[in-house]
C-alpha cells in the first residue's frame, strides 16, 4: 500500500476514494485491480492498447454476426424455394388429378351408351335360346 499512497498523495490511503482520472476504469476501493494494472494504468500506450483490442473486437463480433446473418439470408432463401417447388408439384398434381376426372367423365357417357346396346344384345340371345329350344 505504501508505493500506491507515494505515487496517489492526494488519495485516502484506505479507500482512494478521491484519485485521479488515471485510476477511473478501478473499483473505489481497488478490489478489483492489481498492481501490476494500477502501475500501467496511467501510461496512454496501455489504454490505448486496451481500447484498441476491444475495438477490434467489437469489430471482429460485427463481422461474425453479418456473416451469420448472411447464412440466415440464405436458409431463408433456400427454404423459400424450396417451399415454391412443393407447391409447383402440388398444382402439376391437381392438374393431373383434374385431367384423370375429366377423362373419367368423358368415358361415363360412352359406358351409359353402351349399356342399352348390352340389354339389346341379351334379349336377342335370349328370344334365340327360345326358338331354339321351340325348334327342339
Known sequence: MQARAARHEHCDEETLEHCDETL???DETLEHCDDVTI???DGEG???TVM???HLNTE????DSQSHHADSQSRH???QSRDADLQSRHADSQ???ADSQ??????QPHHADSQPHHADSQSRHADSQSRHADSQ
Open 24 to 26: 477511473e476504469h478501478c
Open 39 to 41: 502501475e500501467h494504468r
Open 46 to 48: 496501455y489504454l490505448n
Open 52 to 54: 484498441m483490442e476491444e
Open 60 to 63: 471482429s463480433r460485427h463481422a
Open 77 to 79: 432463401a433456400d427454404s
Open 95 to 97: 392438374s393431373h388429378h
Open 102 to 107: 375429366s377423362r373419367h367423365a368423358d368415358s
